[in-house]
Structures are given as C-alpha cells and as structure tokens.
C-alpha cells in the first residue's frame, strides 16, 4: 500500500491521490470497517486475520479498555465491566428501555440517555461506542498506513434522531471525521445492486443483532431512491437468543441467577442459536456458578416454535413499508437478506413465504453492510471523481410540534426524501405573548404522550401584539444525514427572533470537544499541533475548490465579487505560511462566505448543463 | 454579494423552469423523473462532502429546494395548487368551505361508509372505498386539466382543488383506519 500513501500530516493530497476512507458498520453484537482497494470493496482484518470486531467493551481493574474478542472471552466473569449490545442503550432514557432486569448492569439515569456503572467510572453509551469505533480507526489506520481523510458509519434505517445524533456524537469522540450517517438497508442495496448490476424495486430485510429494518430500494441506471423504510429499532437476534434463555431456565426450573450465571446461559442460548442453522438439534450445557449442571436438548423444531412471534413480528413492518411505496409483494424483484440473524432457517423461510420468492443470500450477511458504506465513503472522500451513482434516501419517522390539547401536528411525513425543510407559520393566542414554547417530536402517532420528544426551546421577544397578530414561521430542516435542525421566527413585525435547537439526546459540541482533549489518547498527543495541522488541511483542500471553481467558472463573477474572493484566497495562503491555528481557521471562513453565492451559481449551473445534456438526448 | 443576490440565484426561477418544463397541468412523468434525478445528481450533498463549507451549505439548499420542487410537481394536487399559487390565486383550502349541496352530500355518504367499514373492522371494504375515491380523484384530475391548461378557468380551478382536498383527507383517512386494523 506504498503507493497509496497520503501526504505528509499538514500537506494537503493533491487530487490524483488517494484520500483513505473507510465504511464502519457499528453493530449490535459485531462491527466492522472495510475500504475500497484498487476499486473494490474489502472488509479490513485484525492481526488474527478475522474481520468481525464483537461490539463488545471490558473495563479492566488497570484503568485499560479491552474492545472485541478479547473482551468477549471475559463477559460471563466479569459481566458489570463488560458492555455488550450497547447499540441497543444509544440515545435511549431509562424509561426507553424494557426488560432491564434481564442486564447484568448498573444503570443510571441521565438527561436525555441511560448512562451505564463500571469500574472505570460512569460510561454514557456514546463513550463506549467510540471505544469500539476507536479500536476499528486504529485497525484502519494500521492495515491502511495512514490517518483516515473519513468514515461513512451506517445506522439502522429505523433509528431515530436522538440515536442518530448519538452515533455522530460517539464517531466525533472516536475521532473520526463522519461524512456521512447511512442506513444500514441502503448500504447493503450499494453493495448488492452494484456488484450485480440489479434494475427494479428491491426490499433489504435486514434483521441484525438488535435492530431490524426493511427498505423498499427501486434501482434504476445508478440511482438508489428509497421509496419507503420501515422497522424496530429493538427487535433483533438478541431476542431470539433471549427466547431459548427463557426456554432454557424453565426447562431447567432455574431463578434467581448471578449477573454471570445470565450472561454465561445468555451466551449459550446464542450458541445453540448458531448451532440450529445448520443442525436439527443442539445440546445446551453450563455450569452454574452454585455447583449446578444445565444439560438440555433444544430441537430446531422447539426453537421455531418457541421463536414464532418474533419472526411474525417482522412481517408487519414489511407490510408497512410496501403500502407506504404503493408497491405489491408482486413488483419486488428481489429480496435481500442482511445482518446474521438471517441466518436462521425459520427467517428465510417466513421472508420466502412472503414474497413468493427465494431471498437472496449470495452475499455475506454479515459483510454486505460495511462493504456498501465503504464504497459511499470512497466516493465522498471525492476518490471516484466520474461519479456514476446517487443515493436518494428517506426519514423513517415523521417530525411534527406539539399543538393545543396535547395534539402533535406533523411538518415532515415519514418517508420523505432528504435532504427536506419545511415551514410552517403558527401564531400566539394571548394579547400580549412575548414568548413561545416549542416542543419538537419525532413519531407517527397523534398523541403528544405517544411520540418522542426531541427538542423544547422557547423563542422569546415577540413583540406584544394582540392574539394571533404574530406569525411565527418554524422551519424544519433534515440534512443527508437524516438529521434534524428547528428555526423560529416572528416575522410579521419586521423583528426577528431567531432560535436554532439541536434534539436534546445529542451532546453539544463543546462537550464532545472537551471529552475529546479529556480521552487518554490525547493526552500524549500535541494538542496545538494537531488543531494547527487539521486547520491548515482544511484551508488547504478550500483553497484548492476555489481555484478549480475559479478556472472553471469565472465568468459567473462580476468584478468586485472576483476582487472579493481574490482577496480572501490570497488572506487564506497568507494564513497557512503563519503558524496560528485561529488565525488559519477563520481566514477559511471568510473565504467560505466570500464564495458562498459563487457555489450557489455553481450550482445553479450545473443543474442547467445537466438539463441540457437531457435535451439533446432526447431530440 | 449580499443575501438578495443569493435569493435571486436560488430562488429566482419557479419550479417549472427548475426542470426546464413546461409551465402547465399536464405533465409527462417519465420526463419529470429524469429531470429531478439529472437535477439531484448535480446538487446532492453527497457531491459536496469532501468540498468546502459554502459548497456544502449551497447544495443542502439546492438539493432541499430540488426535493420540494419534485414533490410539488410530482402530485397533481400539489402540481394545481402551486400553479394556482404562481398565477396569484389563494385556493383558500382552510377557509372556504364553500361547496356545491351535491358534493356536500357525497361527502357524508362517504364518510358513514367509512365508519361503517371501520365499525365491522372490513379492511376489503376500506379498501374497494379508497378505490372508488381514486376513480373520483382521477375525473377531477381531468377537470383540473381542462379548467388550467385549457380554459384558463382559474376560479374553477380552485374549487377543484378544495373538492380534491376533501378526497385526500378521505383517503388519508381510509388509510389511517387500514393501517390501524392491520397493524
């Protein structure tokens, strides 16, 4: 990978060379990280060779945090220390979470997420997120031999804003540079659809270990439009190892167990699981920590049963989503099969009997979602300039604001495709009101109570005017990546107040830069050195768009506006020869404004070549 | 380089003339579809990740407005209301509820055999009505064509677009009663 090599730290990579990016699939029970090598996707091994890192984190007695197999191999001994499925407790509150007497841990409740107890201190499970994402940079970093330009993490296509914004929040604090949340089904269609050159509408069944989404994709000449999504973001292979758990204490007549003596049948339940995709029967033994001996048998059959209504409760989702695409079971061209919990026969099975159809199961379940993000982060690290495919995905869930009576009205339907904004005008009903409470919320029923909540802020001075004279406009917006931000202004006076919210389950940016200069690993590093060098990148790569912007479309300035930018470049490599990071950075955001219309009728233009290009071909 | 000159470039031209089409009712779908995605394809985020802030922020707003503009034209219902909107003509959906006596009345039988459906939990009767309303749909659809694109009729225009938002609450609300005894 000599070759591949990226310029020195503080140099910027010219643009033939290659910006190393990778796709991380942060999943429930395993992770991984893959890249794109000589332009095809592969999935990136540790030393042992084994590209599956069990999202799994032990806090150990020294103050050292083992990731991964390791960590896996210690959960039954020390079950309190060692966090397992923490994807499951992401931007969740205590009173999310259900069977919580089923977890060997101690939680605490804290604004906005649970926050869980070990011996290395109280651990949001944002931090314990990053430790995965941490171990999958290093892994990156060494086996690709140099710092990671960026990563595209992917999310469940169910996830909700509030865990969306916990993801981001955990890759930041991983010191990763995300560029772009993706959903997991869509990644997995990247994956398939351009391996196998697919046309038509295509349904992504994607049952992980924890979270199960179903996408309904139509493909056509590079395009991946989402047409609907839909899901539980807390069903999964986890429950079903929780059924032969349940199964197993009351065939043994077992109660009152240890947190180790849960976790150790927990992870003999998901052997056996394992162990029934392939053979009609399976012993399940342990040895308690009293002395006692669990010796059962479980057949497939038992298993299926026992395990029915959860794959039932699969079904309903998919239906869910084929109505919302205004598409039959007839029109699915194929269906594809994700995470490893597709495995299961009985899955495959009910899927098949579904759709009338084979699901397609020719590519690893286990892979295919890292392997697609991998190749959208090739992409939007700007290595594949002859762009030839686009993404067009949606919000799984509606956004609304809470109204009178408790009532939610909705800005933002589900199924919308990003990025969206939407306004709405609203108006106060006291003479008088200076000030107005606004409650954001996330979800598809008409109840407030029935919704989550993501956001309240107030927008205060109104003018006083009498009831329903304000117009207080609220504009929602959700960027690519799924992610929300809320405007409030008053505008029927000419004032403007003005209120821009972030959901409330994220943490801010200070926060995460704080906890970032606080991490162990950062510690040895040379702070100041690392801000100016990413300044001076940063700077770097701007003033480089500019020129090339410049060379291509000068013509879309007037004179004062090319003597405006001129200037600002010429502020900006001024900047660079200095050595002051602040200075650096805000010579990139004058140069950042002073071209902001300029990429506007870029923009503008583009859109207009490419119109153009449609014109001819049609004549 | 002030903000009017931003707006002037974003916003400056309708939707019609953002997909370089025709400003009328009908529409050749096949034609809009590849528009947006030549459209979108220019302007998607995802074009810009790697690019600067201002680039990035540009293209959020392009691709928000190519988005909304996609949807306004891909609904016929929308596609009237904005063209209506374009010709300065306020459809007054929530105020005038002004309707011929006749369509009053369709309108209750309507909803009782919609309630009826719901009351004995019959989604193939819910559904056979959400057909019926699309039949429905479809003839003011016709009209609409007429009354815009032909006799420039826009006060008729208008009162089909109210009527028509009548059968989309309907619908919606058909919908609604399905998706809650299905699920």
Known sequence: ????????????????????????????????????????????????????????????????????????????????????????????????????????????????????????????????????????????????????????ITVPAYFDDAQRQATKDAAKLAGLNVLRLLNEPTAAAIAYGLDNGAEGVYVVYDLGGGTFDVSILKLSRGVFEVLATSGDSALGGDDFDHRIYCWALEQAKLSGLTPH??????????????????????????????????????????????????????????????????????DVKGVVMVGGATRMPQVQRAVGDFFGQTPLTNLDPDKVVALGAAMQANVLAGNK????????????????????????????????????????????????????AIHVLQGERELVADCRSLARFTLRGIPPMVAGAARIRVTFQVDADGLLSVTAREQSSGVEAHIEVKPSYGLSDDEISRMLTDSIEHVHDDIAARRLREAVVDAEALIDATNNALAADADLLSDAEREAIDAALAAAVAAIAGSEAARVNAATAALNQATEAFAARRMDRNIQRALKGHNISEL | MNAATVNADRFGQDF????????????????????????????????????????????????????????????????????????????????????????????????????????ARDVDALEKLARELRADAAALRDELAAALDGAGDLDAAALLVRKWRFLEKLEQEIGDAIEALLF
């Not at chain 1, 497939?300 to 869910?320: G, M, N, W, Y």
């Not at chain 1, 809470?402 to 709405?424: D, V, Y």
């Open chain 2, 16 to 119: 019609f003339a953002l997909f370089d089409l025709p400003r009328r009712f009908a529409i050749d779908a096949a034609q809009l579809d590849e528009r947006y995605r030549a459209a979108a394809s220019q302007v998607h985020p995802d074009r810009f990740a790697h690019a600067g802030d201002a680039e990035r922020r540009a293209a959020l707003m392009m691709a928000t407005r190519v988005n909304e503009a996609y949807q306004t034209l891909k609904s016929p219902l929308a596609r009237a209301r904005y063209l209506l909107t374009l010709s300065g003509v306020d459809t007054q959906e929530e105020t005038n509820t002004a309707m011929p006596p006749a369509f009053l009345m369709a309108q209750m039988e309507w909803r009782e055999a919609i309630m009826d459906a719901k009351m």
């Open chain 1, 385 to 436: 300039r002859d762009d030839d495919w686009l993404l067009l995905d949606v919000i799984p869930l509606s956004l609304g604001l809470e109204t009178m009576g408790g009532l939610t009205e909705k800005i933002i339907p589900r199924n919308s495709t990003i990025p969206i904004a939407r306004a709405q005008e609203f108006t106060t009903y006291k003479d008088g009101q200076t000030a107005m």
């Open chain 1, 1 to 152: 990978m000599a070759l591949l090599q990226i310029a020195e730290p503080g140099m910027s990579a010219a643009p033939h060379q290659h910006r190393l990016a990778v796709g991380i699939d942060l999943g429930t029970t395993n992770s991984l990280v893959a890249t794109v090598r000589s332009g095809s996707a592969v999935c990136l091994p540790d030393e042992a060779g084994r590209t599956l890192l069990p999202s799994v984190v032990r806090y150990l007695a020294d103050g050292d945090t083992a990731v991964g197999y390791a960590a896996q191999a210690e959960q039954s001994r020390d079950p309190a220390n060692t966090i397992v499925s923490v994807k499951r407790f992401m931007g969740r509150g205590l009173a999310d979470l259900s069977n919580l007497a089923r977890e060997p841990y101690r939680f605490v409740d804290a604004p906005g997420m649970v926050q869980l107890v070990t011996r290395a201190g109280t651990k949001s499970p944002v931090e314990v997120s990053a430790d995965i994402l941490r171990a999958l940079k290093a892994r990156a970093e060494a086996s690709l031999g140099g710092e990671l330009t960026g990563a595209v």
């Open chain 1, 261 to 330: 003596d849960t976790r150790l049948l927990l992870t003999r339940a998901r052997e056996a699981k394992e162990a029934l995709t392939e053979h009609a029967e399976t012993r399940f033994t342990a040895l308690l920590s009293d002395g006692q001996a669990v010796d059962l048998t479980l057949t497939q059959a038992e298993f299926h049963a026992i395990s029915k209504t959860l794959v039932d409760k699969t079904i309903t989702p998919v239906r869910k989503a084929l109505r919302d695409a205004k598409i039959g079971v007839d």
